[in-house]
């Protein structure tokens, strides 16, 4: 199975703040990566697919990158609305596995 | 508006068998390969289960095969999780989500709570 660790696990922030995750994957993903914000009690929300598009709807604060095996999410300008938990996740095989979960608090 | 909505969910003893819907709305169910993924409380994400457009193909994670069984009904615009010898790790809540063919999960539900307890 591929594993995906993403880092930090915690991140402590504040609004304004440039954010930024880090996915790395224990084998060539290609750019089959997305992203998922996650608030306590919700449902994840897609963020990006393809490792660096956006679906329609989602802030242009958010962008990704990368390819391969490293990847990152970086939110240009932290709001408070995007304190919540992140995860990556990789569809390239299956399993389609998810990374353990970044956490952005105040 | 594209809808999932889950079901099915409570407490079972250990060895026991639940049955999990998701029914959808707002868009082709059968278009759309589907997927079940779990959290446990406090934890992570896990990725459970996929099922084709039509059916097939089906996959499962390793720790769920044999004791979960994967379907749909595409005229009822349902999809279903068998869940039988069911163990304590098996306690989280269960979501059902959109596949994409640009490979994302683009639709969750908000998920029913499956309790593995005596």
């Known amino acids: 199975d591929i594993q995906l660790t993403q880092s930090p696990s915690f991140l402590s922030a504040s609004v304004g703040d440039r954010v930024t995750i880090t996915c790395r994957a224990s084998q060539d993903i290609s750019t089959y990566l997305a992203w998922y914000q996650q608030k306590p009690g919700k449902a994840p929300k897609l963020l990006i697919y393809a490792a660096s598009t956006l679906p329609s709807g989602v802030p242009s604060g958010f962008s990704g990158s990368g390819s391969g095996t490293e990847f990152t999410l970086t939110i240009s300008t932290l709001q408070p609305e995007d304190f919540a938990t992140y995860y990556c996740q990789q569809l390239n095989v299956f399993p389609r596995t998810f990374g353990q979960g970044t956490k952005v608090e105040i | 508006e594209v809808q999932l909505v889950e079901s099915g969910g409570g407490l079972v003893q250990p060895g026991g068998s639940l049955r999990l819907s998701c029914v959808v709305s707002?868009?082709?169910?059968?278009?759309?390969?589907m997927n079940w993924v779990r959290q446990a409380p406090g934890k992570g994400l896990e990725w459970v289960s996929y099922?084709?457009?039509?059916?097939?193909?089906?996959y499962y994670i390793d720790s769920v095969k044999g004791r979960f069984t994967i379907s749909r009904d595409n005229a009822k615009n349902s999809l279903y999780l068998q869940m039988n010898s069911l163990r304590a790790e098996d306690t989280a809540v269960y979501h059902c989500?959109?596949?994409?063919?640009?490979?994302?999960?683009?639709?969750w539900g908000q998920g029913t709570l499956v309790t593995v307890s005596s």
């Open positions: 099922i084709g457009s039509s059916g097939s193909p089906i």
């Open positions: 707002g868009f082709t169910f059968s278009n759309f390969d």
């Open positions: 989500a959109r596949g994409r063919v640009t490979r994302n999960f683009d639709s």
